[in-house]
């Protein structure tokens, strides 16, 4: 046993095994010999310098997923084989769930018991859920005027190229590169510079699972280089990418500058979590703060403008403040840690300043807004009182463990301050009145709602956003359906007794 009461076998942290660029097979130094430092959050120590790819490296992975797409056996592959080999795969990433755990709580300052028991078994569980889907792909018969016979083909897009974010390297590896290898794609895919340990080890299991050189090359670098190479390349036939508004904006006039590629966007969101007078209190208060705590905040989907009605308001910030005090900060590693460091210096000292704005704004201070010790990343969970609707934390992203509360009197209100965003992800609903539910949901705008409970995330429910959340579906069937493409074949019908 460690110092934390952690068993030791269990704690060890692996040694990095894969640093360099996953490109048409095997690993390789960028064309450059340009590395970066990947940093522990914990203790904002290096752990390990990774190859950093540029343009070049790009260039060099898109040649080779075109000739896989254009040449190679996985478009032709049966759709079955296909399956196979990824349910392979699926089953490699289980046989590996420690080790990948440590990756992700190492670089990204996630729990790692989160990790080991949700996390990264439900990665291996999404890639089960598209290869299952991968033999039932298929067009219509039509049955157009008179003298033809037409049917539709659902066929790959080409070359994909992946852009992901840091808060869930593993969940987002997966959502993107499943559906895209079950339609029968090839890809580039670019993880985040905070997080490229597991994409990595990611890319090994694949190649060990079968899966052919060229059809997934990992590429780590920055943004401003390597992504902006995935979005203007000529030879990409689409782009994926989640991340801020913001880039998203630069991801599509890139696209549209390039080769006009059709993109999907699934970016930020203000979240509003409604709680009404009749909701279970105490439900009501686990979810309220669940839904801006969990993952440190740093989750797109996160309720981070909670309304609660006038009736019960008081009462539930109370008990609100009370639990948000009780919530332990501390090492991802300790199975009684709640909550672990924000990913990087960067995000830390973005979440304080908000934290420091709202007050200047005016709003009361409730509870934390303060870093947890001297060393790493670490945030105390925050909650804000007489907020206004207007004010610079209830409509900005914060991207961590930060609570706007506001109160509402009458179900109309709390639909407009719903939908007083520019933002249109998700949204929470806590109510025990069926009429309430059904008005909400009819209401708000937005791709996702929960009533009366919140991340309930299943490989089978379409995710995505409206307004500038962007658009596009990363799970579900529809996640499938942007990597094909619709191809109309037409026939004439010759002596057709019918003319």
Same mark, same amino acid.
């Given at each position: 046993?460690?110092?934390?009461?952690?068993?030791?076998?269990?704690?060890?942290?692996?040694?990095?095994?894969?640093?360099? +660029?996953?490109?048409?097979?095997?690993?390789?130094?960028? +064309?450059?010999?340009? *590395?970066?430092?990947?940093?522990?959050?914990?203790?904002?120590?290096?752990?390990?310098?990774?190859?950093?790819?540029?343009?070049?490296?790009?260039?060099?992975?898109?040649?080779?997923?075109?000739?896989?797409?254009?040449?190679?056996?996985?478009?032709?592959?049966?759709?079955?084989?296909?399956?196979?080999?990824?349910?392979?795969?699926?089953?490699?990433?289980?046989?590996?769930?420690?080790?990948?755990?440590?990756?992700?709580?190492?670089?990204?300052?996630? +729990?790692?018991?989160?990790?080991?028991?949700?996390?990264?078994?439900?990665?291996?569980?999404?890639?089960?859920?598209?290869?299952?889907?991968?033999?039932?792909?298929?067009?219509?018969?039509?049955?157009?005027?008179?003298?033809?016979?037409?049917?539709?083909? %659902?066929?790959?897009?080409?070359?994909?190229?992946?852009?992901?974010?840091?808060?869930?390297?593993?969940?987002?590896?997966?959502?993107?590169?499943?559906?895209?290898?079950?339609?029968?794609?090839?890809?580039?895919?670019?993880?985040?510079?905070?997080?490229? %340990?597991?994409?990595?080890?990611?890319?090994?299991?694949?190649? +060990?699972?079968?899966?052919?050189?060229?059809?997934?090359?990992?590429?780590?670098?920055?943004?401003?280089?390597?992504?902006?190479?995935?979005?203007?390349?000529?030879?990409?036939?689409?782009?994926?990418?989640?991340?801020?508004?913001?880039?998203?904006?630069?991801?599509?006039?890139?696209?549209?500058?390039?080769?006009?590629?059709?993109?999907? %966007? *699934?970016?930020?969101?203000?979240?509003?979590?409604?709680?009404?007078?009749?909701?279970?209190?105490?439900?009501?208060?686990?979810?309220?703060?669940?839904?801006?705590?969990?993952?440190?905040?740093?989750?797109?989907?996160?309720?981070?403008?909670?309304?609660?009605? *006038?009736?019960?308001?008081?009462?539930?910030?109370?008990?609100?403040?009370?639990?948000?005090?009780?919530?332990?900060?501390?090492?991802?590693?300790?199975?009684?840690?709640?909550?672990?460091?924000?990913?990087?210096?960067?995000?830390?000292?973005?979440?304080?300043?908000?934290?420091?704005?709202?007050?200047?704004?005016?709003?009361?201070?409730?509870?934390?807004?303060?870093?947890?010790?001297?060393?790493?990343?670490?945030?105390?969970?925050?909650?804000?009182?007489?907020?206004?609707?207007?004010?610079?934390?209830?409509?900005?992203?914060?991207?961590?463990?930060?609570?706007?509360?506001?109160?509402?009197?009458?179900? *109309?209100?709390?639909?407009?301050?719903?939908?007083?965003?520019?933002?249109?992800?998700?949204?929470?609903?806590?109510?025990?009145?069926?009429?309430?539910?059904?008005?909400?949901?009819?209401?708000?705008?937005?791709?996702?709602?929960?009533?009366?409970?919140?991340?309930?995330?299943?490989?089978?429910?379409?995710?995505?956003?409206?307004?500038?959340?962007?658009?596009?579906?990363?799970?579900?069937?529809?996640?499938?359906?942007?990597?094909?493409?619709?191809?109309?074949?037409?026939?004439?019908?010759?002596?057709?007794?019918?003319?």
């Amino acid at each position: 046993m460690n110092s934390n009461g952690y068993p030791a076998s269990s704690f060890k942290i692996p040694t990095v095994k894969f640093t360099k +660029l996953f490109i048409n097979g095997h690993f390789v130094d960028s +064309l450059s010999g340009g *590395e970066f430092e990947t940093i522990d959050p914990r203790t904002g120590e290096v752990i390990a310098r990774i190859a950093e790819g540029t343009k070049e490296d790009i260039d060099l992975a898109v040649k080779a997923s075109r000739l896989a797409f254009d040449h190679g056996p996985w478009p032709r592959m049966p759709a079955v084989e296909r399956a196979r080999i990824m349910m392979k795969w699926a089953d490699l990433i289980d046989q590996h769930v420690e080790e990948i755990a440590a990756l992700d709580a190492i670089d990204a300052g996630k +729990l790692y018991h989160m990790l080991k028991a949700i996390e990264i078994p439900a990665t291996a569980n999404t890639i089960r859920y598209y290869a299952g889907a991968a033999d039932k792909i298929h067009g219509e018969v039509l049955k157009p005027a008179r003298e033809f016979h037409a049917y539709t083909l %659902l066929e790959p897009v080409g070359v994909v190229g992946h852009i992901i974010p840091w808060n869930f390297p593993s969940i987002m590896f997966v959502s993107k590169v499943s559906p895209c290898l079950a339609a029968g794609c090839t890809m580039v895919l670019k993880p985040a510079e905070q997080t490229p %340990l597991s994409a990595l080890f990611y890319a090994h299991l694949a190649k +060990l699972a079968g899966i052919p050189d060229g059809v997934l090359n990992v590429v780590p670098g920055f943004g401003a280089t390597a992504g902006a190479a995935i979005c203007s390349d000529m030879d990409i036939d689409k782009v994926s990418f989640t991340g801020s508004t913001e880039v998203g904006r630069e991801v599509m006039r890139a696209a549209a500058n390039s080769n006009l590629k059709p993109v999907s %966007l *699934e970016l930020g969101g203000k979240s509003p979590f409604i709680i009404f007078d009749d909701a279970d209190l105490d439900k009501a208060v686990e979810l309220a703060l669940m839904a801006v705590v969990y993952n440190k905040g740093e989750v797109c989907a996160a309720g981070s403008r909670v309304f609660v009605q *006038e009736g019960i308001y008081d009462e539930f910030e109370k008990r609100l403040v009370e639990k948000a005090k009780a919530w332990v900060v501390g090492d991802p590693f300790d199975p009684n840690v709640q909550q672990g460091p924000q990913v990087d210096k960067k995000q830390f000292e973005k979440i304080l300043s908000y934290i420091e704005h709202g007050k200047r704004e005016g709003a009361t201070l409730l509870t934390g807004g303060k870093r947890v010790g001297n060393k790493g990343y670490y945030i105390e969970p925050t909650i804000f009182s007489n907020v206004k609707e207007d004010m610079l934390i209830a409509q900005d992203e914060i991207f961590g463990p930060v609570i706007a509360l506001m109160k509402f009197k009458t179900i *109309e209100e709390a639909i407009k301050s719903a939908n007083n965003s520019r933002y249109g992800l998700v949204a929470g609903v806590v109510t025990k009145s069926l009429d309430t539910a059904n008005t909400m949901s009819r209401s708000i705008r937005a791709g996702v709602v929960w009533i009366n409970c919140y991340f309930a995330f299943e490989n089978d429910i379409p995710y995505g956003g409206c307004k500038m959340s962007g658009f596009g579906k990363d799970s579900g069937l529809e996640a499938l359906h942007k990597y094909l493409h619709v191809k109309s074949v037409v026939t004439p019908i010759y002596n057709s007794p019918w003319l």
